[in-house]
């Protein structure tokens, strides 16, 4: 027996409300990104429009909730500090009403100094996300990145002195990455002390350098069992040493579903979800078979959807080595932990 079973589980809720800033303020362009088409958006907000997208964000969002106001898709501190102000302190002001907790904002590595960090102090940002990417210095230059390593060393050291939780986003699949440069890249994070992280596939996107790059056969894009399998690695590398992964694959706009802008690479509507599915089944591929058995696994509240598996595939994968399988929750147990027993 497993012991009590716990089926009430208390979590809390946390919603974002994202203003995209596309290409607001970074004068690169890196070989696969095209903002305007990645956050569907072609137009930059102005700040009466921010104010506008976070009132309606707030009429669906329940009160007394975890709210963050997030500034995703440019290099937020690569504005002038007169501009970056003007968006924040439409944002503080709904922290300071208490209908937002908190702001987090994403930029550069080489867009962050003591002077910002000072002016970013006087405001409620909590979290500074940093686009690492990748932290081998040769991926770094044929991405077309323009920092080096050490810039996203020295940043990210910067930002953990002044007090703010810091995230760490890496892509994998660019040019010349490979598996053991994107595990080398998620141990590095790990020893940077970042809060969070983010991990996105690379996509080919069209009005890119990388489009051209794959119509002349320069670049090959990671199969989709390809990048599940190396998300799936670095994901528990992540897990295993208390680094919380926001995102895993990139938000599934309109434009990236019908391909109107996806040329190519590991895109899925539910990329995370097959991404735990496959964890989940290199786990309980490790129970023994038995096919006379009724096999009953238990696993987190939370866990149960990636341990059956993205339509039950792990499931069913189960069914034709037991004579009978039955999930159940526990609320005691975290993450991947499980128990089974076979009867």
């Not at 007394?64 to 002001?93: D, P």
């Not at 709904?94 to 100094?113: N, W």
């Not at 080096?148 to 660019?174: C, H, N, P, T, W």
Request: proline share 3%.
């Amino acid at each position: 027996m497993f012991g009590g079973l716990i089926f009430i589980c208390l979590v809390k809720q946390f919603y974002t409300i994202p203003i995209f800033i596309p290409e607001k303020s970074c004068p690169f362009r890196c070989v696969y990104c095209n903002q305007y088409r990645i956050a569907n958006r072609l137009a930059v907000p102005s700040v009466e429009e921010t104010e506008q997208i976070i009132l309606s964000y707030l009429q669906t969002i329940p009160s007394n909730k975890h709210t963050t106001i997030a500034f995703f898709g440019g290099s937020f501190t690569g504005m002038s500090i007169e501009e970056q102000n003007l968006y924040l302190s439409i944002a503080e002001r709904y922290v300071k009403d208490g209908r937002v907790e908190k702001i987090q904002l994403s930029t550069r590595p080489d867009y962050i100094s003591e002077e910002i960090l000072d002016n970013l102090q006087r405001y409620s940002v909590k979290t500074i996300e940093l686009g690492a990417q990748s932290l081998d210095e040769n991926v770094l230059k044929l991405s077309g990145r323009k920092h080096s390593v050490r810039d996203v060393e020295q940043a990210s050291a910067l930002i953990k002195s002044y007090g703010f939780d810091l995230g760490l986003q890496m892509m994998i699949g660019l040019p010349d990455d490979t598996l053991e440069k994107s595990l080398f890249t998620a141990k590095k994070i790990i020893a940077l002390k970042a809060d969070n992280t983010r991990i996105y596939p690379t996509l080919v996107i069209k009005d890119t350098a990388l489009a051209t790059w794959w119509r002349t056969g320069k670049y090959k894009a990671l199969s989709l069992q390809e990048a599940v399998n190396w998300c799936a690695k670095i994901y528990m590398l992540f897990i295993n040493n208390n680094v919380k992964v926001l995102r895993v694959g990139l938000h599934p706009s309109e434009r990236l579903i019908n391909k109107q802008d996806l040329l190519d690479g590991p895109f899925h509507v539910s990329f995370k979800e097959l991404v735990l599915t496959k964890i989940w089944k290199d786990k309980l591929l490790q129970i023994p078979e038995n096919k006379q058995g009724k096999l009953v696994v238990c696993v987190a509240p939370q866990a149960m959807n990636g341990a059956i598996g993205y339509y039950a595939e792990n499931k069913n994968l189960l069914k034709t080595r037991f004579a009978e399988v039955q999930f159940v929750t526990d609320a005691q147990k975290k993450n991947f932990d499980f128990e089974y027993r076979i009867e």
